[in-house]
């Protein structure tokens, strides 16, 4: 009998307990796989003798068996609470692959593979990698949630979430493995904001200064740069906890300018999958349309393509070539750069714009669908193209069109003179691209003549479009300051555009993002033209142009900036990648409501 109600009794405490003891093992989790990365950076960033990599080998396969252990115990707790989860079959394969990478790590010199890339996966420890990267990233997104409910300003956190990236970046770019000979902090610090921010300038050779470790993280940094941290950070609290908070849904709604708030997380994750998507039919495509020749087997070629499709649909313009697409083997090579345009061009359309042309385009085909199969009359729904698509879309044909005409005329008889009529209109088309926040470059910069180089200032200060991965003050701010000018010379009250009233609040942000921007350049160029006393003011108001729009390009000298001045530019980039009013919103506190109205006056303007 006693020992009946002491068993009772136990199994009681136990079952009250079960919560509790889930959530502790889910902080153990969380704990193992940020320790096992720290591990994995320490393997991968550094030198080991031989007696280190065989205690790593053993310390990985003591690892798996930690967090098998750990894991096995978790969906114990899991399946004794009843909270059913789509992942439990994920998690069964995960442990399967910790017993293979177990018994890998303590007997990896009884196994032989051939000496295959195979052999290298296994005994590279890849499978418990793989799958603490993967615990890592599902408890992650459990925390994610939870920073959404802190009492944090969300431009606050949007703001920081970058300066931690820029740093984290910094660190992984300073470990021994990441580059040939050793980096300077402050060099590392230019190269992380320059990935982070997707701006594309260096101020050492990416090519031969960083190895394919250094690269890998580059990479990373522009992805995750690209569309922003908390894009990720929300994403993977969707795909792996498959349910967001409402807070998190409030914050993201303002992030990626989404109207409706209960489509905010769908959206999300269109952003992320067709960001994916679109990256890997560009690096199909550029492998495609590279020569195998100068590459050092499938991978090589393959690294390449996927490097430069990332670079080039987040406007990032790094280049793993000395002379970026300069290289002799790729001016020429017309088809791999109308690829690398159309990956910029797409990237810098921004997301809300090419989720309308969907929605448009799968209108029209459902509709002539229809016609021939059910003999249905056309249907027209008006309105489907927003304003602010149709505003974006004419600028950007505008800016393209124009830049190309200009670049072909004033170019013809400088850095067109090698290439034929063909490659005399890609060229041409390509320098109108680029300076719109691309950072890649066929021709020689410092070739260019002063006329063009103006006309880059334009285009480079203009940028991209809202809600894109490119940076400038936008296509559609210098629309709306273009509508307003044509509004007050007519007359006019009030701006319209398409049969609609742009509200002034608009207006008005448009002409304080103009006004801002010139401000921030101007003392970036007059800083940088302090500290290079040497260097022709062009190229620097070229390079504070850039270093503000996230461009990339420089007429030459950024490899040659004194220390004050990488600063300058680093934080320029920063400026520019974050937003002037972004950071401002994080350090001003919004006034909630306007109770009274001033008599009004007019100033004098002209």
């Known amino acids: 009998m006693y020992k009946s109600l002491f068993g009772k009794h136990i199994s009681e405490n136990f079952k009250e307990s079960k919560p509790r003891l889930l959530t502790r093992t889910d902080n153990l989790l969380f704990l193992l796989s940020i320790v096992g990365l720290l591990v994995f950076l320490y393997d991968f960033g550094f030198v080991h003798s031989v007696w280190g990599k065989s205690m790593l080998r053993h310390y990985y396969g003591i690892h798996a068996l930690a967090i098998f252990s750990v894991l096995t115990f978790r969906l114990f707790l899991m399946k004794k609470l ?137 990479l990373l940094m522009i992805q995750v740069g690209g569309l922003g941290i908390m894009t990720f950070t929300s994403f993977l609290a969707m795909f792996f906890q498959q349910s967001s908070s409402f807070n998190n849904q409030l914050f993201m709604q303002d992030l990626i300018n ?158 067109l003179r090698g290439h034929s009529g063909y490659g005399k209109f890609i060229t041409s088309l390509f320098g109108a691209v680029t300076p719109r926040t691309a950072g890649f470059n066929t021709v020689d910069m410092t070739q260019l003549t002063l006329p063009i180089v103006l006309v880059y200032l334009l285009l480079m200060w203009i940028g991209a479009s809202p809600g894109s991965t490119g940076g400038g003050i936008k296509t559609t701010t210098i629309a709306l300051a273009v509508l307003n000018a044509f509004s007050i010379t007519r007359g006019k009250d009030r701006v319209e555009a398409f049969s609609r009233e742009i509200s002034s609040k608009s207006v008005r942000q448009a002409f304080a993002v103009m006004l801002l921007s010139i401000l921030v350049i101007g003392l970036a160029t007059l800083a940088i033209a302090f500290f290079e006393r040497d260097i022709p003011l062009i190229s620097v108001a070229f390079e504070a142009f850039s270093a503000f729009s996230t461009v990339g390009l420089t007429l030459g000298i950024t490899g040659d900036l004194s220390t004050g001045s990488k600063v300058v530019i680093i934080i320029t980039m920063f400026l520019g990648r974050v937003g002037i009013f972004t950071l401002i919103a994080s350090l001003l506190t919004k006034v909630s409501a306007m109770h009274h109205q001033y008599p009004s006056e007019s100033i004098i303007i002209t």
């Open 258 to 415: 989404e109207e409706k708030l209960g489509n905010t997380m769908r959206t999300v994750g269109k952003i992320v999958g067709v960001t994916l998507a679109v990256e890997a039919v560009g690096a199909c495509l550029i492998y495609a349309t590279i020569s195998p020749a100068p590459f050092d087997g499938i991978h090589d070629r393959a690294g390449f393509a996927i490097f430069h499709a990332i670079s080039a649909f987040c406007n990032a313009g790094f280049s793993t070539l000395t002379d970026g697409l300069y290289d002799t083997g790729l001016r020429y090579n017309y088809h791999f750069q109308l690829v690398i345009m159309l990956l910029v061009i797409i990237g810098g359309l921004g997301f809300p714009i090419m989720f309308n042309l969907y929605r448009y385009m799968k209108q029209v085909i459902n509709n002539r669908l229809r016609q021939l199969r059910y003999q249905e009359p056309y249907v027209h729904t008006s309105r489907v193209v927003n304003v602010n698509s149709k505003i974006v879309l004419i600028t950007t044909a505008v800016l393209l069109v124009g830049g190309t005409i200009v670049y072909f005329m004033t170019e013809y008889d400088s850095t």
């Open 82 to 218: 009843g909270r059913a989860r789509t992942w439990f079959w994920v998690e069964y394969v995960l442990i399967l692959l910790l017993v293979a990478g177990m018994l890998v790590s303590f007997f990896s010199d009884q196994f032989y593979f051939g000496h295959t890339r195979f052999e290298q996966f296994i005994k590279e420890n890849f499978f418990t990698i793989g799958v603490n990267f993967y615990v890592f990233l599902i408890e992650l997104s459990k925390r994610s949630v939870n920073l959404y409910h802190m009492r944090f300003n969300p431009a606050l956190l949007f703001v920081a979430s970058f300066i931690v990236l820029i740093f984290i970046g910094t660190g992984l770019l300073m470990l021994p493995k990441a580059t040939v000979g050793g980096i300077s902090p402050l060099d590392a610090l230019f190269t992380a904001a320059s990935a982070v921010c997707v701006t594309g300038l260096i101020v050492v050779d990416t090519a031969t200064f960083f190895t394919t470790f250094g690269k890998v993280v580059i």
